[in-house]
């Protein structure tokens, strides 16, 4: 039996025999994982998805909630080489990209040697990335958007899978910049992290401040994770999900008819949103156990995958309202 669903004819007998072995790989990353980060399901469960979909992921939380523990963790267990950048203000392009060095040999020949930046590893932490200048970032997405690196007219491939989750504090502004619209675009997911509920707090406390801590092993290796993100993006999706997506990144643009949007929004995703979104929920059902995505991964995905693409009016900042409301509007009316 085959099914047609996005412009390519799969074998569903196939596709559920690879989810099926997949299946039995997520269910022990997710087991490992929760010996180390206790609480959050829901911030793990989108950052896997987030790898799972081949893309990079936005962490948005203050400090203290374990967001590099958690990239760490996601390193270790998926089989990922991962690193960490700490952003400055007076971080250069060439700490994060790497740079030639000027070399002398014995016989007293001089060559120049690219020494490779902390971006060239397969998950990378950007800690803090609205501290750097724009010009640093924009060394990074752009890399981010075409997986290498271009120093001196030589060309330098990144390593596959290769994944950014950057992280944002969200209370203190002073001295940061903001990414532009345009560099946001380039994150798959926005992931909102909140502080832990009263027992997974409780089990941190008794964990972590012993003598002995919990570490996670390895569950996957690259090649296996990169056969899962191809697993992913052949999974077939209903022809009423992929109206659900058009229909809620459109109504999320001003101009096309929404009332609420058309009032509050002053610009709205394009289709690199739609995209994501199909992506993710493929994701999303996978990780879930289930082997095509569903409209409830739709609602659950729209506020990670929209609220970065969006921005309020004057008018609607000045009345307290929220991308996060609008949001939830538009997918009420999905229904």
């Not at 060559?111 to 501290?131: C, S, W």
């Not at 964990?207 to 690259?222: E, K, N, P, R, W």
């Not at 994701?283 to 991964?297: I, K, V």
Request: glycine residues 6%; hydrophobic residues 45%.
């Amino acid at each position: 039996m085959s099914v047609h669903t996005t412009g390519e004819t799969v074998d569903e007998a196939k596709i559920v025999a690879e989810a099926e072995a997949a299946l039995s790989d997520i269910a022990k990353t997710k087991e490992e994982i929760a010996k180390v980060i206790f609480g959050q399901e829901q911030v793990v469960e989108s950052a896997i998805t987030a790898i799972l979909s081949g893309g990079h992921a936005l962490l948005v939380g203050v400090p203290g909630l374990a967001k590099t523990k958690l990239v760490e963790t996601l390193g270790t267990v998926l089989g990922l080489n991962a690193g960490r950048v700490q952003f400055t203000p007076d971080l250069m392009p060439a700490d994060i990209l790497g740079s030639e060095v000027l070399e002398e040999s014995g016989g007293g020949k001089r060559a120049f040697r690219f020494v490779k930046g902390p971006i060239f590893t397969q998950l990378l932490m950007a800690d803090e990335i609205n501290r750097a200048s724009p010009r640093t970032q924009s060394a990074l997405l752009q890399a981010m958007q075409e997986y290498h690196v271009t120093v001196a007219g030589a060309r330098y491939d990144l390593p596959a899978p290769f994944h950014v989750l950057a992280t944002q504090n969200p209370l203190e502004q002073e001295g940061t910049y903001p990414l532009p619209e345009a560099q946001l675009d380039r994150f798959l997911m926005q992931i909102d992290i909140d502080y832990p509920e009263l027992e997974a707090e409780r089990q941190i406390l008794l964990q972590t401040t012993g003598t002995i801590a919990q570490q996670a092993t390895a569950v996957l290796s690259t090649e296996k994770l990169q056969a899962i993100q191809l697993l992913v993006r052949r999974m077939p999706v209903p022809e009423s999900v992929v109206d659900a997506i058009l229909k809620l990144v459109r109504s999320a643009r001003p101009g096309h008819g929404n009332e609420t949007t058309d009032k509050h929004i002053s610009w709205g995703p394009g289709p690199r949103a739609s995209q994501s979104l199909m992506l993710c929920a493929r994701a999303r059902a996978l990780y879930d156990g289930r082997f095509a995505p569903s409209m409830d991964d739709v609602r659950a995905l729209a506020e990670p995958v929209l609220q970065h693409r969006m921005a309020l009016t004057f008018a609607a900042r000045a009345e307290g309202m929220s991308v996060q409301s609008i949001i939830k509007d538009l997918v009420a009316k999905l229904d």
